[in-house]
């Protein structure tokens, strides 16, 4: 998943009313930092990341991993489909592959990039390549079982006849064309537009994500929809970051009462 793509499906989670964070190498260090702690204290359900979240993945009762688009090797897919299921209950890992996946992918590898803009670890143009053609062999085969081509990636033996089919093996692929419909075509040109940068380095989807916070915790508060705070108000807040609710209440045109409801939802720290 690419910054662009998290904050695309972080904004359309929020506008279904989910609990959901964006986290990505290009957000300042306090809004990251602000949205892991989020997630550890459990006040989001969901978070919209690029690999750039790694580690803080730290939670044992993960019950869904869903990979966006082709991750870049198997161990990388190992790895982050590893954090689902600590506590040992039973959980889901769903990889969502197309076949335009692979060219965005190896262009990366060319580039020694990963999909979070950032360079990936040392190794050949060769190397990467050839990973690359075992997860799409991975993600595009019809026979055999995924689960034994895990074990035998990392030199383990893993007998098929213990499979329980929860790695989806045995299922063929089926190709599927169908062109959008004008709905559709209609969101995904207003979440391109919102995710335009703004005069300052905020995009507008991290304003919109900010906004529908807002306007959830107005709905809680029962007050009317005039009352929350615009989108002007909320660009200048996450330029301010404002350090206490009082320097909120300071900004022009929210005051107290604004402050002491909404400035929870913005504390970078």
């Given at each position: 998943m690419t910054r662009k793509e998290a904050e695309d499906t972080c904004l359309a989670l929020v506008r279904?009313?989910?609990h959901a964070g964006v986290y990505h190498g290009g957000l300042p260090r306090k809004r990251r930092e602000f949205v892991r702690k989020q997630w550890m204290m459990g006040k989001l359900?969901?978070?919209?990341?690029?690999s750039a979240f790694g580690m803080g993945i730290d939670r044992s009762d993960v019950r869904y991993i869903v990979h966006h688009s082709i991750p870049l090797s198997l161990s990388a897919y190992s790895q982050q489909i590893g954090r689902s299921g600590r506590d040992g209950k039973p959980s889901v890992?769903?990889?969502?592959?197309?076949?335009?996946?692979?060219?965005?992918a190896d262009a990366l590898t060319t580039e020694r990039l990963d999909f979070d803009g950032t360079t990936s670890s040392p190794m050949s143009n060769g190397s990467?390549?050839?990973?690359?053609?075992?997860?799409?062999?991975?993600?595009e085969m019809t026979t055999g079982c995924r689960k034994q081509l895990l074990y035998s990636h990392?030199?383990?033996?893993?007998?098929?006849?213990q499979c329980v089919r929860?790695?989806?093996?045995?299922?063929?692929?089926?190709?599927?064309?169908?062109?959008?419909?004008?709905?559709?075509?209609d969101t995904d040109t207003k979440i391109k537009k919102t995710n335009k940068i703004e005069e300052g380095g905020i995009s507008k989807g991290t304003i919109?994500?900010?906004?529908?916070?807002?306007?959830?915790?107005s709905k809680k508060l029962g007050l009317p929809k005039r009352e929350a705070l615009s989108r002007r108000l909320i660009r200048g807040i996450l330029e301010v970051e404002p350090a206490s609710e009082e320097e909120m209440a300071s900004m022009r045109g929210i005051g107290p009462a604004?402050?002491?409801r909404y400035f929870s939802l913005f504390r970078f720290g």
């Open positions: 279904l009313g989910c359900s969901i978070i919209c990341a690029t890992c769903i990889l969502l592959y197309s076949a335009s996946d692979k060219n965005r990467s390549r050839g990973e690359l053609e075992e997860v799409t062999a991975f993600c990392f030199g383990f033996h893993f007998d098929i006849s929860n790695c989806n093996c045995g299922v063929a692929l089926e190709s599927t064309t169908e062109p959008w419909t004008d709905e559709e075509l919109e994500y900010q906004y529908q916070k807002v306007l959830t915790q604004k402050a002491a």
